[in-house]
């Protein structure tokens, strides 16, 4: 492909040549607040590349406006009735479609969050157009993702207590593709101006409601895992008021003259596409592979735990450094621990002496692996053992109730909100308005002056 094609238009705002970064990359970058110039023209030919990689994707929006609200009418229906189905088969007795295990679960939470910590960002760019009425659902449809400031009902902090309390929030390791769609919505909110028929086509898709969601909400919480976030979107989302009724009204209201309709309807089922580019829900759960995770996990920590244990700590006669310090040993060193007993797949891991070494406050490896990593060993170890009426019994780590999240009134919150206050005391109505808004972006809306900038923006606003 080339790249300059797709970033032509930039060549007056910066001279140098422009590379496309990879997601990852990017995801980062854009997330310093504000991104710098050069980074939203690196996110530039990042959408321009998504666009036109969308471009060969099957689009069934229809292109005619008035169509749009039934058609996303009946998908509801079909939604529904695929759920009734799925409920159906559970109640014969089925096992659960999506996750094999808890482990299963938390990668796919681990491996969504990159999209999922930018709730929203996508609709960004159109906070700044507050005033105009074609622009007042989405802005709205914001102000809600951010749960209008209210920490417990804040989308991304939401998401963002998921994952620290089940201990998978170490992001970083992540691959590129599970940044593609992070970074497409970070593109969309910084591009907005420029990008609006994309930013509606991709917000009409996002806000309908996926049979997905409504699985993994009864399943996350079949595994102990809390599914606040996914419940919250199966009503937020709803067709008859809530974002999927907003989207449908933004897209009428922002319709051009008729001469120039269809390109916009054009642009409208690109960012439609949008949607589907990166790694989905389904993808992300299909490719989990519980071994290679475990083994993936076990070599990460093999490079920090080198020479660590003593001398005398040895297995088949070769001392355990000595196991550590070679890569690509992992799946010899779990079968040498089975082949020792300290190992049994398939039953209760906590009979044997690996997870007594690696769970509980008194165990000989307390602390050095996170609760995700753990629940990837034992699952790995219980294999079979899962589906038997003892497991389900006896389950190592399940926490059903919400912990209280320790959101604001703290001496921190409290100075963040006098200054900003003093802040907007001193500039006037308008300068206040900008303030609030950078405030509210994507890498800053969720902490304590974010918050309260959108309460008070919501405020102002309402
Ligand atoms: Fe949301
Ligand atoms: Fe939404």
């Not at 930039?10 to 990879?22: G, M, R, T």
């Not at 229809?62 to 759920?83: D, G, K």
């Not at 989405?138 to 749960?147: A, F, H, I, P």
Request: charged residues 25%.
């Amino acid at each position: 492909m080339d790249k300059s094609l797709l970033c032509d238009g930039s060549a007056a705002v910066l001279s140098q040549p422009l590379e496309v970064d990879s997601a990852k990359t990017l995801y980062w970058k854009m997330l310093a607040d504000p991104p710098s110039a050069l980074i939203v023209q690196r996110a530039r030919c990042f959408l321009g590349v998504q666009l036109a990689r969308a471009t060969c994707l099957p689009c069934d929006m229809p292109l005619e406006p008035a169509r749009i609200l039934p058609w996303m009418e009946s998908r509801v229906r079909q939604t529904a009735n695929a759920y009734a189905e799925y409920q159906a088969q559970r109640a014969r007795g089925q096992p659960r479609r999506y996750f094999l295990c808890r482990a299963h679960a938390l990668y796919f939470l681990r491996g969504v969050a990159p999209t999922k910590l930018v709730d929203g960002a996508w609709l960004y760019g159109l906070l700044a157009h507050w005033r105009e009425h074609r622009f007042q659902g989405l802005v709205r449809t914001y102000l809600e993702e951010l749960g209008e400031g209210v920490p417990e009902q804040n989308h991304v902090l939401i998401y963002r207590n998921l994952l620290a309390r089940q201990g998978c929030d170490d992001i970083e390791s992540l691959d590129d593709e599970c940044y593609i769609q992070g970074t497409t919505q970070l593109a969309l909110g910084y591009l907005a101006r420029e990008r609006l028929p994309e930013v509606i086509g991709y917000n009409l898709g996002y806000e309908q409601l996926p049979l997905h969601l409504l699985i993994c909400a009864r399943e996350l919480a079949e595994l102990g895992i809390d599914p606040h976030y996914f419940r919250l979107h199966v009503t937020i989302d709803n067709v008859s008021c809530g974002h999927a009724m907003q989207a449908v009204k933004a897209l009428q209201e922002n319709l051009p003259l008729a001469d120039r309709r269809d390109e916009f309807l054009a642009r409208v089922a690109g960012g439609y596409r949008l949607n589907d580019t990166g790694l989905g829900t389904l993808d992300v759960i299909e490719r989990f592979d519980l071994e290679h995770e475990l083994l993936c996990m076990l070599e990460r920590k093999r490079l920090k735990a080198q020479n660590m244990h003593s001398d005398s700590s040895a297995l088949q006669g070769c001392p355990l450094n000595l196991w550590l310090s070679t890569p690509g040993q992992m799946k010899r060193l779990l079968t040498a621990l089975e082949q020792r007993g300290w190992i049994r797949r398939n039953e209760a891991p906590a009979a044997r002496r690996f997870w007594q070494v690696v769970n509980g406050q008194s165990a000989a490896m307390f602390g050095v692996f996170s609760p995700y990593e753990k629940q990837l060993i034992h699952d790995w170890i219980a294999g079979r053992w899962l589906a038997t009426p003892e497991a389900a019994c006896r389950p190592w780590r399940r926490k059903r109730h919400r912990a209280s999240p320790a959101f604001g009134g703290t001496d921190e919150f409290d100075r963040d909100e006098r200054a900003l206050k003093a802040q907007l005391d001193a500039i006037d109505p308008d300068g206040g308005m900008q303030r609030l808004i950078s405030l509210m972006s994507p890498a800053y809306h969720y902490r304590p002056a974010g918050l309260l900038a959108t309460r008070l923006f919501t405020a102002q606003t309402r």
